[in-house]
């Protein structure tokens, strides 16, 4: 079964990657990623696809990787039916969804995990580091009993 991954973007790297990763590592790994930008971290997009390619590509898997877009960081509405725009395509390809609600700002995890929830997905992870001692260091580097991968799907 094919499987993707949708993820808002950010400046932060590690709340887009690191539970990339983690997710790979228990065995979802994702033939495509969808990752959404807007205007305000356009100048971090390239890198995070990069690394999402990377990241995948360690576990085995050759990733597509796609870009959608919001017009402007408080774009709501569109962040909402971009989500489900990738939900809904995922969906028809016969996908297993994930979506990682860990980046951007509250507003953005807010409307990502309610999106994982309105829209059905298998996985509804969140990126969970126990200490800030632990921030800003890449998933390599976290301490496996520093940090939680969570799946709401499971936890509700």
């Known amino acids: 079964m094919d499987r993707a991954w949708i993820s808002v973007g950010s400046t932060t790297t590690g709340s887009v990657i ?3 990763n983690a997710a790979c590592e228990e065995g979802f790994v994702p033939d495509t990623v969808y990752l959404i930008g807007n205007p305000a971290i356009e100048h971090k997009m390239e890198s995070l696809v990069e690394m999402a390619s990377g990241v995948v590509g360690a576990y085995g898997e050759e990733p597509e990787v796609e870009t959608r877009w919001t017009e402007k960081e408080t774009s709501f509405d569109e962040l909402y039916l971009t ?4 939900v809904e395509e995922a969906h028809g390809q ?3 969804v994930a979506v990682n609600f860990t980046p951007g700002r509250k507003f953005m ?3 990502a995990f309610q999106s994982g929830m309105k829209f059905d997905v298998e996985h509804l992870y969140y990126f969970h580091i126990h200490s800030s001692d632990d921030y800003g260091l890449s998933y390599p580097e ?3 009993t520093a940090a939680d991968l ?3 799907t499971e936890e509700m």
């Open 18 to 20: 690191d539970p990339l």
């Open 142 to 144: 976290i301490p496996r």
């Open 83 to 86: 989500i489900r725009d990738c």
């Open 109 to 111: 995890t807010a409307i």
């Open 150 to 152: 969570i799946d709401f």
């Open 94 to 96: 016969d996908a297993e």
